[in-house]
Nanobody, 119 residues
Framework: QVLLVESGGGLVQAGGSLRLSCAAS????????MGWFRQAPGQEREFVAA????????QYRDSVKGRFTTSRDNAKNMVNLQMHSLKPEDTAVYYC????????????WGQGTQVTVSS
């Protein structure tokens, strides 16, 4: 079992920055790919970014490329999402998730942290 706890959300003006963190406990993140997802009110949860355990290669949805950066520190069992140039449409609850690197389904999810971007 992996327990994930996000932090760092808040209210920011458009154009501002936030840094989300996801701390894992219960099991080391080695062997887990990590993902960030978000869900806005009335909308489906959507993929934001992911970073592989084995190669550390990150992937992003098109709308956040060049603005968001995800990183991981396996020694500290943490994953971060640095967000710059935030837009009102980035407003959502952000979740981190973990999946064993050999599977396609995310097994463990955090409780989410609210990000609100005002115009």
């Amino acid at each position: 079992q992996v327990l994930l706890v996000e932090s760092g959300g808040g209210l920011v003006q458009a154009g501002g920055s936030l840094r989300l963190s996801c701390a894992a406990s219960g099991r080391a993140l080695s062997g887990y790919d990590m993902g960030w997802f978000r869900q806005a009110p009335g909308q489906e949860r959507e993929f934001v970014a992911a970073i592989g355990w084995r190669n550390g290669i990150a992937q992003y949805r098109d709308s956040v490329k060049g603005r968001f950066t995800t990183s991981r520190d396996n020694a500290k069992n943490m994953v971060n999402l640095q967000m710059h140039s935030l837009k009102p449409e980035d407003t959502a609850v952000y979740y981190c998730a973990a999946r064993p690197t050999w599977t396609s389904a995310y097994e463990f999810w955090g409780q989410g942290t609210q990000v609100t971007v005002s115009s």
